[in-house]
């Protein structure tokens, strides 16, 4: 969806943008992925990333909803992210074609590291673009970015910038265990993939990820703790946040027959609330006490002790909902695009944070003051209750205005003088 957002801002402006997607992602993302093809122009190629990707997913997440989920089924999604990467690359006809285009510049997602073998085997100038929080280690290795564990939290840590000696301590723990995991395991299936092809054998991988001309970093300052960057990293936080439009007659007839306001409900895109029923029950029952009524995204089988003030929904307009002056709070896993939303519109969040970089995205509104923070593995209905009635009622000085976040910086794309009128971008 970020990439999505640069390529319209870049069509906007002129230039001639090709999104490269694997078959599997096309049909995952249905419509959303048909609404850009009127607007920039896509090149596929085959993996097994998706299926392979997806079945790992899924059973990660049910580990962690239910505290069981391990190191080495979090290893086999690397794994599957390096056979894509062995797809993408084994494409002659593809690369011909990219060859054949004459591009001027890639963007990358800095997420996937077969983006360092692409670039070099094209040779074309790119910039990297991180569209999910990724550890400290890993930005001073892909984005030459130096982190200090004295004050720079790491990944999973769910610490903020103030931290006593002990949780220095225990940072210093999770930048060593990044260290090991970045070097140990995410580069090593990639090194016999640079080999193979022939990528810069003069090069290590290293020298390639870290050869970007800029980084875009899908974060605000406002939103960080302090941390140094470089000249040529740019913030493009909250790029999917936006103004909210009208509610449709369902949800606008829902919200506007109720005079104490409402709750947003989602866990994101996938239907995660369907992967253990027990703890969703927590939730229903939780939010059938609010004397709110709730929005909330499911779509799974029906749920006992469903509460009338509850509305289920498969698809909820969740920026505009969260825009809707009757929201009173955001139940969230902590997204970094919902994260940016609840930010943008200045609504308070109930943190339910599951994998990934949730915990850290959570930590960062806890430590701003606007959100507070609950267990998966070990919450009751009381908590749940009780964190929400918290979070409307105990108002920080943060929240009483809306906090609004520019879409982009507007001079990002702009042309200079001397530059051609109209640049290809893949």
């Known amino acids: 969806m970020v990439m999505s957002k640069i390529g319209n801002l870049l069509v ?69 992210l390096s056979k894509d990467c062995e797809s993408l690359l084994g494409d002659g006809d593809l690369f011909q074609r990219l060859h054949r285009s004459n591009y001027d510049l890639i963007l990358a997602n800095s997420l996937h590291l077969c983006h360092a073998l692409v670039v070099h085997k094209l040779k074309i100038p790119f910039i990297s673009v991180a569209t999910q929080r990724i550890s400290p280690m890993m930005d001073a290795s892909v984005h030459g970015i130096p982190s200090y564990p004295s004050y720079v939290p790491g990944l999973l840590s769910g610490l903020t910038d103030k931290m006593t000696f002990v949780q220095r301590l225990k940072n210093l723990g999770y930048y060593a265990l990044s260290y090991f995991v970045f070097n140990l395991v995410l580069l090593r299936p990639y090194h016999p993939i640079q080999a193979e092809h022939g990528i810069r054998p003069d090069a290590s991988l290293y020298e390639l990820l ?17 941390r140094p960057i470089m000249p040529n990293v740019v913030h493009i936080g909250g790029m999917l946040a936006g103004p909210a439009s009208p509610l449709t007659q369902e949800f606008e007839e829902f919200v506007e027959s109720t005079e104490n306001g409402i709750v947003v ?51 909820i307009p969740q920026n505009d909902l969260l825009g809707h002056p009757k929201t009173r709070a955001f139940i969230a896993h902590g997204g970094i695009n919902g994260v940016y939303e609840a930010i943008y519109h200045g609504v308070p969040v109930v943190g339910v944070p599951l994998f990934a970089d949730n915990y850290d995205n959570i930590a960062r509104l806890v430590g701003k003051g606007m959100a507070v ?34 879409l982009s910086s507007p001079l990002l794309f702009e042309k200079e003088e001397g530059v051609k009128d109209t640049v290809d971008v893949l």
């Open 12 to 80: 906007e402006r002129g230039h001639n943008v090709t999104m490269v997607i694997n078959e599997g992602f096309r049909i995952l993302q249905g419509m959303k992925i048909d609404k850009d093809r009127s607007v920039f122009s896509f090149e596929e190629y085959e993996s097994v990333f998706e299926a392979d990707f997806m079945q790992v997913y899924l059973h990660n997440l049910k580990g962690m909803l239910d505290g069981s989920a391990d190191v080495w089924s979090t290893l086999a999604v690397l794994e599957a």
């Open 210 to 226: 870290r050869s970007s001309e800029m980084a875009f970093f899908s974060f605000d300052f406002s939103y960080e703790f302090p």
């Open 265 to 315: 409900f989602s866990f994101g895109s996938h239907d995660i609330l369907t992967l253990n029923l027990e703890k969703t029950k927590l939730f229903i029952r939780a939010c059938a006490r609010l004397p709110q009524k709730v929005v909330m995204r499911y779509d799974g089988p029906p749920l006992p002790g469903l509460g009338d003030n509850t509305k289920l929904a498969k698809w």
């Open 373 to 406: 923070t609950i267990d998966i593995v070990t919450l009751s209905e009381e908590q749940i209750y009780q964190a929400v009635t918290k979070v409307i009622q105990d108002k920080s000085d943060l929240l009483d205005d809306e906090v609004i976040f520019p």
